[in-house]
C-alpha cells in the first residue's frame, strides 16, 4: 500500500530524515513512533504531499505523490494534532463542504457522510456548531473529514491528545473499527495507546529508522532471556539456597505464592544472558520442580526508552 524508498529531507546543514525506507502492508495499523524532533511529523508532512524531500520516493498505492500529487492524495486521509474544522460551521455542513472538496459525487455524498458519521459515532451532533462541540466530538469531526472519499489510506498525528481517559477509549475503538477497512498510520506518545490497536510498531530517531516490528517481538529480542517469571513447587529457603550457587542469576525477587506448596519469584541476569538454563538446571539438580516460567516482557514504553536511549548516546 505504501513504500517510502531512500527519503531524505534536509533544512540547511540539519538531516531531519537520514535515507529511510519501510513499507506499510494494506490494512495494517503501523503505531509510529519517536522522540520530539525525530523526523516523525517530517515524514509525515511527505508522505501527504505537504512538503517535498531532499530525496527519496513515496508511492501511495503504487502512485508518486510527486509525479501524480492528485491521484496519490486522493488516496489519503489526514488527520493532523489540530483538527482542520471551521467551529461557525455545523457538522453536516462541515462535512457536505469536504465531500466537495474532495469531489465526492453529489449522488453519493449523502449516503457516505451518513455512514461516515455512525462509523465515528457524531449522528446527534449533525446540527450542532462545530465550536460548541466537546474536544472529544470536535476529534471525530475530524476524523470523519478525513474519510471523506474512502481513502485507502489514513495517516493521524496524536488523535487523542487533550481527550480524557472515556474519550481515548472511545477513540481507540474508532481507530480499529476503521483499521477494519483502511490502512491506518498512527503517530502518538501514549505508548498504551499503541500498544492497543497497532499491528506493528515502527520506531524513528535522529531521523533513521531504530526498530521495526509488533511490540510483542520487540519486547522478546530486547529481553532475550535474562529476566524471567517462574512459579517453583517447594519451600522459600530450599529455593534460595538453590540459586545461591549459580552466580549467573545475579537478582531474585520473591513475589508470593500462588499455588499451595509454592514459590513466585522473579529472577535476572546481565543484560545478554539467557539465564533459562541455569535456571532449570539449578532447579532439577535440587529436586524443585518447575511449574511455570515466562519471559517478563517490556512494556512498549520500556522499548522506547531503551532504543532510543541507547541511540541517543551512542
Do not use: W
Amino acid at each position: 500500500m505504501i513504500e517510502v524508498k531512500n527519503l531524505t529531507k534536509r533544512y540547511g546543514r540539519h538531516l531531519a530524515l537520514d535515507n529511510i525506507s519501510f513499507t506499510v502492508d494494506e490494512g495494517e495499523i503501523l503505531g509510529f513512533l519517536g522522540p520530539n524532533g525525530a523526523g516523525k511529523t517530517t515524514t509525515m508532512n511527505i508522505m501527504t504531499g505537504y512538503i517535498a524531500s531532499t530525496e527519496g520516493d513515496v508511492l501511495i498505492g503504487g502512485v508518486d505523490i510527486i509525479d501524480e500529487p492528485e491521484k496519490a492524495k486522493a488516496q489519503i486521509g489526514y488527520l493532523p494534532e489540530a483538527p482542520p474544522v471551521y467551529g461557525d460551521m455545523r457538522v453536516d455542513e462541515y462535512l457536505y463542504f469536504v465531500a466537495s472538496i474532495k469531489k465526492v459525487k453529489r449522488a453519493e455524498r449523502k449516503q457516505m457522510i451518513s455512514e461516515i458519521k455512525s462509523v465515528v459515532r457524531i449522528e446527534d451532533m449533525s446540527g450542532r456548531l462545530i465550536k460548541n462541540l466537546s474536544k472529544g466530538y470536535r476529534q471525530r469531526v475530524g476524523m470523519a473529514q478525513a474519510m471523506i472519499g474512502y481513502p485507502k489510506l489514513i495517516i493521524m498525528d496524536e488523535p487523542t491528545v487533550g481527550l480524557d481517559p472515556k474519550q481515548i477509549i472511545e477513540m481507540r475503538d474508532v481507530v480499529r473499527r476503521l483499521g477494519k477497512k483502511h490502512t491506518i498510520i498512527l503517530s502518538s506518545h501514549i505508548m498504551q495507546e499503541v500498544s492497543a490497536v497497532c499491528d506493528r510498531v515502527m520506531i524513528i530517531n535522529k531521523g533513521r529508522i531504530v526498530a521495526s516490528d509488533t511490540p510483542e517481538r520487540l519486547s522478546t529480542s530486547l529481553t532475550q532471556g535474562h529476566k524471567m517469571s517462574v512459579r517453583i513447587k517447594g519451600e522459600r529457603d530450599k529455593v534460595s539456597a538453590a540459586l545461591e550457587n549459580y552466580p549467573v542469576i545475579r537478582a531474585v525477587n520473591f513475589t508470593g505464592s500462588r499455588e499451595p506448596g509454592t514459590v513466585e519469584l522473579e529472577l535476572s541476569g546481565d543484560e545478554n544472558v539467557d539465564i533459562r538454563e541455569a535456571i532449570f538446571s539449578c532447579m532439577s539438580t535440587n529436586g524443585l520442580p518447575i511449574l511455570m516460567m515466562k519471559s517478563l516482557d517490556l512494556s512498549l514504553e520500556e522499548i522506547f526508552l531503551q532504543i532510543t536511549g541507547e541511540e541517543q548516546a551512542s
